[in-house]
């Protein structure tokens, strides 16, 4: 359809010498060790996740859940390090408190950043959402039936020690979510790998999108919570190879320990489920702007490198059970066809339907600096469920600095774009709106 507006719209040489050569030599040495040291590790990975067919390294998708990028060149030791000093918090927003009960000795603890709270227990660990509730509990290791534990509190830290088996389980309430973890003393009876077994309940339901991630469903479809970010590693800080598997009710993290230097950890995190974008990098502002209809969810980053262009922009375009059921996965990336530098794209969005618009404020048209754009794209355009640009709308009577798209909003096929600093009458930014179909 046509798009059109009919309105306003950083001394001793040789001492020196044997010094440095001694040096050389050490190092050669110790380079030559961690080389068939790597090569030993390698090869024992790869014998037993050879069958899985999954990833070895889980690394890229730790630093994303504790807000890293994945690309970011961290030496995989530093990253524990790193999430527990994003966990640590001076406020009591995350402390944990003991509950008054006879029966049962608990603790409990909010988590307003990811708008869940939840309680502790010998019996259990329980999180609750406005839109529904989960369960776990340990109930294997190795294979074996685990007795009831014994459980402490400190600070945002809760402990659960279980006797005679070497292995403590543990949780940090923080801004990053609901840190998981385990501490494994010593090796276990088997010898090809380490079982955990995790019993679950609740009426938030459990589906595995993923090696590493599952996805906590409520009633109506929506994710609600991830258990997600598996990252395991041993005493030398060394990554171990892990993935989940859930059996019905029975979420296993499974971990292959061979070469690794006891105690090894196992950390996975449970957070609130959110939205980022598969290309993001630091200071894009995804989420400036936002738009919901149904099960499509458009979301703008303004100030978003495009194609070189600094603070060009984009948007995102993500849609429900993308990538699995109740999964919310990006479907598309939306850029406008003629993007420059500092347009601002994705200052203002809005979707309904298989229509989508977002603004781009700061662009300029022909002569006219800063008047600012309007662009509008349709699902199944150049592809189905590819979202393509049909058309670009600018003010019939634009200037600059109007600011045209500061606001934008869709519905059906009629758009409103907003333009708040368009002089009118001699009116210094007295502002228009526009209306297009």
Known sequence: M????????????????????????AFAVLLVALIGLAMWMWMATESWFE?????????????????????????????????ATLQQDSSDDYAVSRYSNPSEDVHVAPNESHDFDMSFSSSGI???????NFRMRLSAYDGSVVGQPGISAYGSRVEYSYSGIGLTEWYVNGPVGLEQG?????????????????????????????????SLIDDSGAEALRY?????????GIELPALLKLDGKILSLEVDPAGAQ??????????????????GTANDQFGVSVSVEGDTALVGAWLHDTGGNSLQGAAYIFQRDHGGS??????????????ATGDRFGGSVSVNGDTAIVSAHLADVS????QGAAYIFERDQGGVNNWGQVAKLTASDGVSDDSFGRFVSVSGNTAIVGANEHDVSGNSNQGAAYIFE
């Open 2 to 25: 046509q798009w059109t507006n009919d309105l306003p719209g950083p001394t001793a040489l040789n001492l020196m010498s044997n010094l440095r050569s001694v040096i050389l030599s």
């Open 51 to 83: 069958s899985e067919a999954v990833a070895v390294t889980n690394s890229s998708r730790f630093q994303q859940v504790i807000g890293l990028e994945a690309e970011s060149q961290i030496p995989e030791q530093l990253l524990p390090a790193i999430a």
């Open 126 to 132: 329980a999180v609750n959402t406005d839109s529904g």
């Open 182 to 214: 385990f501490t494994v003393d010593s090796s276990p009876d088997s010898e090809n790998r380490i079982r955990l077994d995790i019993a679950l309940g609740g009426t938030l339901s459990a589906q595995l999108i993923s090696d590493t991630t599952v």
């Open 228 to 236: 997600t970010g598996l990252y395991v590693y041993d005493n030398r």
């Open 262 to 279: 006891y105690p090894i950890t196992i950390d996975p995190f449970i957070q609130k489920a959110k939205l980022t974008a598969s290309d």
């Open 326 to 339: 109740g999964n919310w996965g990006q479907m598309a990336k939306l850029t406008a066809s003629d993007g």
């Open 367 to 370: 002569v006219n600096s800063d």
